[in-house]
């Protein structure tokens, strides 16, 4: 690339950058999705000790504790209160790695990403030595977080464009929700990610308001979902978040990848060509988070819980060991 040619490459990339949507993973509803379902499945004394935290007429459900920890990124006062908080939303795992017998996706080393931070505020909910005030941002990042972890762009990248933030999108024309290059968006220039931040939402609730469909949802989860999915381990969710981005998000329904390119106006999603085929993981993701975000906080706040799963984890194992000696 020549010399002149490289340094326009560089301001388009600036422009772009400057224009991108922030990552904020879901937006509201989602959150308030997510955390919906949590409350169905917490314990009573979970819930007993979550109202002593969060207060007796709060839930957290309700966006200001959902979306807190959105909100605080860019706040001054926060940066310094808790350095580097915007890296905790995502983590960075390339789906252009090669997969091969060297193939592994590791999480920062120190902890500052989503893997880390989920289990960093989840030790310190359950911790008997953080003061109460401190405990209310524990349970605000562990909502927020446990919904981000699920958003499948926030476990993947591609070609550097920021978990899709940098892949234009033009128009969207869903059943229920739609937008085009008229639009005035809230987020600045629509992304494949601010997409499945928000678009994807708004076209799975259509006008149901975001609890309602987390009763829906909260209905449909099977006994066998539900003990699947309920576990601590929050590398596995991410890995399994960038696997669906890997071969799902990033692709259409018929295989082909979506475009790369950063430059507009992007591409044109239409319920035939991607949307209507990408509703069902929207659907599971919320799920999954919501089932995923009780255990956390049971497990935080329930002694008895975390005792009766470590019990029967210890008894599944030793069930397989007694199956691997008859054979």
């Not at 917490?42 to 957290?60: D, V």
């Amino acid at each position: 690339m020549k010399p002149t040619s490289l340094i326009l490459h560089f301001i388009l990339v600036l422009v772009l950058v400057g224009t991108a949507a922030p990552a904020l993973a879901w937006g509201p509803e989602g959150h308030e999705i997510i955390a919906a379902i949590a409350e169905s499945y917490l314990t009573p004394m979970a819930k007993e000790q979550l109202q002593a935290i969060i207060g007796s007429t709060k839930r957290i459900a309700d966006p200001e504790l959902s979306s807190w920890a959105d909100h605080i990124r860019y706040m001054k006062e926060y940066k310094s209160v808790y350095p580097g908080n915007g890296n905790w939303h995502f983590v960075d795992f390339n789906v252009t790695e090669r997969y091969d017998e060297n193939f592994e996706l590791r999480p920062d080393p120190n902890g500052n990403d989503v893997i880390g931070a989920i289990r960093r505020w989840t030790d310190e909910l359950a911790s008997n030595k953080i003061p109460l005030e401190h405990k209310l941002d524990a349970v605000r990042f562990v909502v927020h977080l446990v919904g981000d972890i699920h958003q499948p762009l926030h476990c993947a990248y591609r070609y550097g464009d920021m978990g899709g933030n940098m892949i234009p999108v033009h128009s969207f024309q869903g059943r229920n929700y739609s937008f085009d290059a008229e639009t005035m968006m809230d987020f600045g220039q629509p992304s494949i990610h601010s997409v499945w931040d928000e678009s994807m939402v708004y076209e799975l609730l259509g006008s149901t308001r975001p609890r309602i469909m987390a009763r829906k949802l909260q209905k449909e989860i099977t006994d066998d979902e539900f003990r699947k999915w309920s576990n601590d381990n929050i590398l596995q969710w991410a890995i399994d978040s960038y696997w669906r981005a890997r071969k799902e998000v990033y692709r259409w329904p018929n295989g082909d990848p979506l475009p790369w390119k950063w430059a507009r106006p992007g591409m044109d999603l239409t319920s035939e060509n991607y949307i209507d085929a990408r509703l069902p993981l929207v659907r599971e993701q919320l799920k999954k988070g919501g089932v995923r975000l009780a255990y956390m906080i049971n497990s935080a706040l329930d002694p008895d819980f975390l005792a009766e799963k470590t019990a029967a984890r210890q008894k599944s194992v030793e069930k397989a060991e007694e199956k691997a000696a008859e054979k």
